[in-house]
């Protein structure tokens, strides 16, 4: 498995390894380039799973003019090597990669009509200064290209294309409107109007300037003569061989085991063949255990001699959708998304590439709306307003927020009733008709659409034909989009041995009615197939599916991440959905009179990607031709205080992981340089003496040393991790680079600063994103977009038991200890210290046997002491150094405070906060930790505004109306783990 790029007619070496780079998460064994001239640039991305040592990418011929990139498995390698050997091909590797170059040398674009497997290439003729780029029979790989300016671009992943700013950024107001159809964006349209994706079954060819598509492969029904049990035993020993190849691997194999048919006939045929396979499972519990197939699951793998293992569903559910918003590119909201998700990342930690059942249900008939089919054409004789009446009496049912939406299914089934046939069918197939959209949308989006909305390209006019509809629809755009980003995400190749182009064939030459028994069970050709093969309980079963409770979640756990994200000022700041239909969306839903759990979550996830979005700060065309591997030597500048070193720990990792030999130096204020010099990814901390005022003449000589000493180290490459926000801040940089003279330097600019970086990294103002997502942004001109974004910070051995020792000296070693923090550097941050007394006098009160801790901010001494004032409660003042803090705070059960440093660090160090804010941009400040470690304590003010940055504030009612009452209702949900 891997992720590939390039590009033709252009050369820029430095693009290349930054849209290799950015692809790392897809092949995070090793990397691979080949260049032309200036006629092509190929690179890849792999994860190593067959050949392991010599299969390295890209891979040419023996004289060297053809050259592949390749991603995915090519499972009938082997006899097509042995057939080329006849031929007189000599190989070098023992890869399915190294027979493209060699079939295409026989066959020329002829060649992917022989291939069986999952696979995305591009292969360079340089003799002909033909490339070819190809995906797959079913789309089970995904490529994007976008011909811009004489040049091709290609890519596994839009974020790597997006890197170039020759490549434009425009949104596609019909792909978005698709979207909100579908709940996914379909081939070839891409959210972006400079991008396309390539068809499953298709072949683009370019020469000569000149690009060509035509499709190679079209599902052709091969109507078996067989009938009854000789049809069954054909159609299972298709499938048995598709899984048998399926398991050519030079690592270890995972199944994602359902219970379900689909993964409970794969895991027989696994065992029938002897496999040493762990099943996975993905378990709910709690108010979601009707969501549970563990138990089926484990059935299954008993029944087959698998080991199993369960994987509790447990994450932040917020967390997971924010980043499942950046991971695809662009806008998708199946919410399968999410369990799939969690189950690779756990899988992934023990196989690199597992087997699932996608595609049981578009082959044999598995989905209520292939029943539906069946009984339309007879529902559609029944007089209109007959219909009519029906459609009305089921839109007054409840809906449910279970697996099975029953009442959900009859509204869909009336209502799609009256239509005709094909119109009937894709309705159910549809999330939001025209009348709900045009209520959603916008005016500027309706605008934007100009009367323009997407039409499919084809609509089933059969029953008979559905199946060819979803393998070039739902299938290649929404199951197989969802397979593929969320297990590259955790480096996972995921193998689908239902599409087999021969099982694909026998099953289009079987009837829908024939699959399903006339439409009376979906799947029962199946599950007559698997009789003898599979226990009784898993041959009965009804169809679940792999879901998520994302209705309940809507209603209850996201209900505030969904407020905060889809607030009417958020809504109007990006601008494309009315707030207003939204809210009522939210209280149908919330109200439980209609489940819209769809609908919201696709708004969600809509928002979460706009949010991802940012301008052209991340294009690389300008940048030096050199690949960021050269970069030896990083200098970061960080010249902010505790919590910007702390938040600076995410890209640090990054950074490390990418270039594990580079010597990484931080360039920070002197206030922060103790707290620097615990982080590990440093190699080294040098500070300058700046305050809130012009420094001393002795501390301009010593800074201005530090910066001549500095220069001498000749960067190639400088990171400045503070957004730049004022004129003075622009004069301070352009001093500092006059000086240190870097090669390439990328920045983060709140206002227009031309000429500052290389790469300017522009953010607004205010921004619905962490300090620690926007600093992370830096990355994005090196092709790095880190997956990894909670803060941590490392507590050393001495540290640790120096404070084991003081809390036992004091007797409070053991308690439910609260830490106290009162003050903060800026005195329009301080929570008013009557508020502080009355907190703890509260606290003291609620908990009689509990420790506490007062740690103390400048110029707050004596409210410290009068904190402390009281038995088992410990205040050792400001003298700690910044080791000996994060021991202690590591030792705390909850820390209150105001002040965003020490928040962070306790956040870092794994202890619950609850942090009060003023008017401060609190979504930019909170610690980026899971949700349930820290709370949030705030109030709006009117005639305030956001962020305000006042260094004092003669009226601070945002701080003075947040009472006690609400962080101590804010530190009892810390404590219960709510």
């Not at 006019?461 to 509809?469: A, F, L, T």
């Amino acid at each position: 498995m891997c992720g590939i790029c390039g590009f033709t007619d252009y050369k820029n070496d430095y693009l290349l390894g930054a849209m290799a780079a950015s692809l790392r998460h897809r092949g995070p064994d090793e990397d691979g380039f080949h260049y032309d001239g200036g006629r092509a640039s190929l690179a890849s991305r792999r994860l190593k799973i067959i050949d392991l040592d010599t299969g390295r990418q890209p891979v040419s011929n023996e004289d060297g003019t053809v050259t592949v990139v390749f991603n995915g498995e090519i499972y009938n390698y082997r006899e097509l090597r042995e057939e080329l050997r006849r031929k007189g091909h000599s190989f070098r590797t023992a890869s399915d990669t190294e027979v493209l170059v060699h079939l295409y040398e026989d066959l020329g674009a002829e060649m992917c009509s022989a291939l069986r497997g999952m696979f995305a290439f591009a292969l360079w003729d340089s003799g002909k200064g033909r490339l070819l780029l190809a995906r797959d029979q079913f789309g089970i790989k995904p490529l994007y290209y976008a011909e811009t300016g004489g040049s091709l671009f290609f890519a596994s992943e839009l974020k790597a294309l997006l890197l170039s700013d020759r490549i434009s950024r425009d949104l596609d107001p019909v792909a978005l409107d698709a979207y909100f159809t579908l709940l996914r964006v379909p081939a070839p349209l891409t959210a972006f109007r400079a991008v396309k994706k390539l068809e499953s079954g298709c072949l683009l060819v370019r020469e000569g300037g000149r690009s060509v598509i035509r499709r190679y492969w079209d599902l052709k029904p091969e109507f078996p003569p067989e009938t009854g049990a000789a049809l069954r035993e054909r159609l299972l020993a298709a499938f048995d061989e598709s899984v048998r190849e399926q398991l050519v691997s030079d690592v270890p194999l995972g199944l994602l085991l359902s219970g379900g048919l689909d993964s409970s006939a794969i895991a027989y045929s696994l065992g029938a063949a002897g496999a040493q396979v762990t099943a996975f499972s993905a378990g709910f519990s709690g108010a979601d255990s009707a969501y549970d197939e563990t138990r089926k699951a484990a059935l299954a793998a008993s029944a087959f001699g698998l080991r199993h293992e369960r994987l509790e569903i447990t994450a932040d559910a917020a967390e997971v959708c924010t980043r499942l918003a950046e991971g695809f590119d662009e806008p998708f909201a199946d919410s399968s998304a999410i369990p799939t998700y969690l189950v690779t990342r756990a899988a992934s930690g023990k196989v690199k590439a597992a087997l699932t059942g996608i595609g049981g249900d578009e082959l044999f008939g598995g989905y209520p709306r292939h029943l539906g089919a069946l009984h339309l054409k007879k529902y559609l004789m029944l007089p209109r307003p007959l219909r009519s009446a029906a459609a009305g009496a089921a839109g007054l049912l409840r809906e449910g927020r279970g697996p099975r939406n029953l009442a959900g299914w009859a509204k869909r089934f009336t209502k799609g009733g009256l239509l005709d046939f094909p119109k009937a069918y894709h309705y159910w197939c549809t999330f939001l008709d025209e009348k709900g959209k045009n209520e959603l949308y916008s005016l500027d989006f309706r605008t934007a659409l100009s009367g323009s909305r997407y039409a499919p390209p084809f609509l089933p006019p059969s029953p008979d034909e559905i199946m060819r509809y979803e393998l070039g629809g739902y299938l290649q755009d929404d199951l197989l989009a969802l397979a593929d980003r969320v297990s590259m995400m955790n480096s996972l190749e995921l193998r689908v041995p239902f599409l087999d182009v021969r099982l694909a064939a026998l099953t289009a030459g079987v009837t829908l009615s024939e699959k399903t028994g006339g439409g009376l069970e979906p799947k029962r050709l199946m599950r007559r197939m698997l009789a003898g093969r599979l226990p009784a309980e898993l041959l009965s079963q009804k169809k679940m599916g792999f879901q998520a409770p994302v209705s309940r979640w809507l209603a209850e756990d996201l209900a505030p991440f969904m407020a905060d994200t889809l607030s009417p000022r958020s809504l109007e700041r990006s601008g494309y959905l009315d707030s207003s239909a939204v809210a009522r969306l939210r209280g149908d839903h919330l109200s439980g009179r209609r489940d819209h759990s769809d609908r919201l979550y696709s708004v969600l996830m809509f928002e979460l990607w706009l949010r991802s979005l940012k301008g052209p700060a991340a294009a690389v065309s300008a940048l030096p031709v050199s690949s960021p591997r050269d970069f030896d030597r990083i200098l970061l500048m960080n010249l902010g205080g505790l919590g910007d070193i702390v938040m600076m720990r995410p890209l640090l990792r990054a950074l490390r992981s990418r270039f594990p030999a580079a010597k990484i130096t931080l360039l920070t204020l002197e206030r922060s340089a103790s707290a620097a010099r615990l982080l590990p990814e440093l190699d080294s901390v040098e500070s300058l003496a700046v305050r809130y005022k012009l420094p001393t003449p002795l501390a301009a000589l010593r800074g201005l040393m530090t910066l001549l000493r500095l220069r001498k180290e000749r960067f190639p490459l400088m990171l400045n991790q503070l957004a730049v926000s004022s004129p003075w801040g622009r004069r301070k940089i352009r001093f500092l680079k006059w000086i240190l003279k870097p090669g390439f330097s990328a920045g983060r600019c709140i206002e227009d600063c031309p000429g500052l970086y290389d790469a300017p990294i522009y953010e607004r103002e205010v921004e619905d994103r962490s300090e620690v997502d926007l600093s992370l942004r830096l990355l994005e001109p090196l092709g790095l977009r880190p997956e990894e974004r909670h803060i941590t910070f490392p507590v050393r051995p001495e540290d640790s038991a120096w404070a084991d020792a003081e809390l036992c000296r004091r007797g409070l070693a053991g308690r439910f200890l609260i830490g106290l923090n009162p003050g903060s550097f800026r005195p329009s941050r301080r929570w008013p210290p009557e508020r502080w007394l009355e907190l703890a006098r509260r606290m003291r009160a609620r908990y009689p046997e509990a420790g506490f801790v007062v740690t103390t901010g400048p110029g707050e001494e004596k409210l410290a002491e009068a904190l402390g004032a009281g038995e088992r409660t410990w205040t050792p003042g400001g003298a700690l150094g910044a080791g000996q803090l994060a021991a202690l705070l590591a030792k705390l059960s909850v820390y209150v405070t105001n002040d965003t440093g020490p928040m962070h660090l306790a956040a870092a160090v794994g202890t619950r906060v609850a942090a009060i804010f003023g008017p401060s941009d609190h979504v930019r400040f909170t610690p980026a930790v899971p949700r349930a470690m820290v709370r949030v304590v705030r109030t709006g003010s009117a005639g305030c505004f956001r962020p305000c940055y006042d260094f004092e504030c003669a009226d601070s009612r945002c701080l003075s109306d947040i009472t006690p009452e609400a962080v101590l209702a804010a530190v009892e949900d810390l404590r219960a783990g709510k």
